[in-house]
């Protein structure tokens, strides 16, 4: 009688283990036939951890295998209703996967499962550049990170072992930029570095991930490490001098753009940001020096005549400062350092008036200009700038 009992008692187990188990070829049915909704009601029945039926369906790899299978079909389906049925088809189909990869111990589903990863590869890839493209960049992001994780996989790496894909890994950096998840940015941007991806410009983003952290340490050393392997790119020169002008630290920005100026001497801009830094430490002589070079290989650089106008100017009123602090008493004295004043007036003024040529509605340069037409007595232009402000 007790062996009756344990017989019927298999009898009934094996049969509810194949009841479930059709249910999931009955999912696997209903979405060949295009059935989706079916199939995703069928499936979450088979996996279910509330219902006990499911229980002994719940660690049968295909059960997972399936699962996957019936998710990226969602994702792929051209119905909108059908793309309803699930919010992120593509990682309920990864995390399936993986789950049927982890319960399958003697391998019996390993090559079908692979083949299903590669096939998942390429709708992460399309959803995640489309994501990218419409802006969506935490999703973009998702998408790429899951594609690493699936090239991870011993299943995945098992033919190819070493094989890198620095495209993705460029690309999930791109997207954790713009998603400004820059600890991310960082990771990957560094990771496709390590392998020589895309030159230079790759330490270029590393420094503006750190940048837009506020971390100017972190920028600077990841240029400094892309300066090292690329020497001869200026495009890292220049952000490290940037970033040395921003911060106040003049000496290492002028030993920075004496090298830039040797890489690339028809540069205008090196030559500006020199005579910005020789003015700033009063060298003068110096200063009208880079600015002229740079007015020289760039005719119409406003900011360079502006500049060495403004300097001359400058030069002027101090000059003018040193006439009134002489005695009243002492006329002539007065009258020779006042005309030491005029000559950087005049020196000032063709700048200035270039600067009005190139921008008439720039309120500095005709501020300029009206004072140095003031103190030059020159009425009816002084009247013309005057004119001019009023009317912006």
């Not at 550049?129 to 594609?147: T, V």
């Not at 490490?225 to 040395?244: A, H, R, S, V, W």
Request: aromatic share 12%; proline share 3%.
């Amino acid at each position: 009688m007790k062996k009756l009992i344990i017989l019927l008692t298999l009898i009934f187990f094996t049969g509810f283990v194949f009841a479930q188990k059709g249910k999931v070829t009955s999912a696997l049915s209903y979405k060949d036939t295009g059935k989706l909704d079916k199939a995703l009601e069928a499936i979450e029945s088979t996996v279910d951890p509330d219902n006990e039926k499911a229980l002994k369906s719940i660690p049968w790899p295909r059960t997972w295998e399936v699962r996957g299978e019936i998710y990226q079909a969602i994702y792929q389906s051209k119905d909108e209703a059908v793309k309803k049925l699930a919010e992120d088809p593509l990682t309920v189909a990864f995390e399936s996967y993986k789950k049927a990869l982890q319960l399958d111990a003697k391998d019996k589903f390993g090559k079908s499962l692979k083949i299903k990863l590669t096939l998942l590869t390429s709708d992460l890839t399309s959803q995640a550049i489309n994501a990218f493209n419409e802006d969506n960049f935490k999703q973009a992001l998702l998408s790429f990170e899951q594609i690493l994780e699936l090239q991870g996989l011993p299943v995945m790496k098992a033919d190819t072992p070493n094989a890198v894909d620095t495209v993705i890994i460029f690309n999930t950096g791109l997207a954790a930029y713009n998603a400004q998840n820059y600890d991310k940015a960082i990771k990957y941007y560094a990771e496709a570095a390590k392998y020589g991806y895309n030159g230079a410009r790759t330490y270029q983003l590393i420094a503006s991930s750190y940048e837009a952290k506020k971390d100017t340490i972190g920028s600077l050393e990841a240029l400094k490490e892309g300066f090292l392997k690329f020497p001869d790119d200026t495009g890292i020169l220049f952000k490290m001098i940037n970033i040395y002008l921003d911060t106040d630290k003049t000496d290492d920005a002028m030993k920075y753009l004496d090298l830039a100026t040797e890489k690339d001497p028809d540069n205008a801009s090196l030559y500006f940001a020199k005579g910005t830094l020789h003015d700033k430490v009063e060298n003068t002589e110096e200063a009208i020096r880079c600015y002229t070079k740079a007015i020289e290989l760039k005719d119409d650089d406003f900011n360079s005549y502006y500049n060495l106008g403004a300097l001359y100017y400058n030069k002027g009123v101090k000059q003018i400062e040193i006439a009134n602090a002489v005695p009243t008493n002492e006329t002539q004295k007065y009258e020779e350092e006042k005309a030491k004043a005029d000559v950087w007036f005049e020196k000032a003024l063709p700048y200035m008036e270039k600067c009005l040529e190139l921008n008439d509605k720039d309120v500095s340069t005709l501020e300029s200009l009206k004072n140095l037409y003031y103190r030059m007595k020159n009425m009816e232009k002084y009247n013309e700038m005057v004119e001019k402000i009023e009317n912006l």
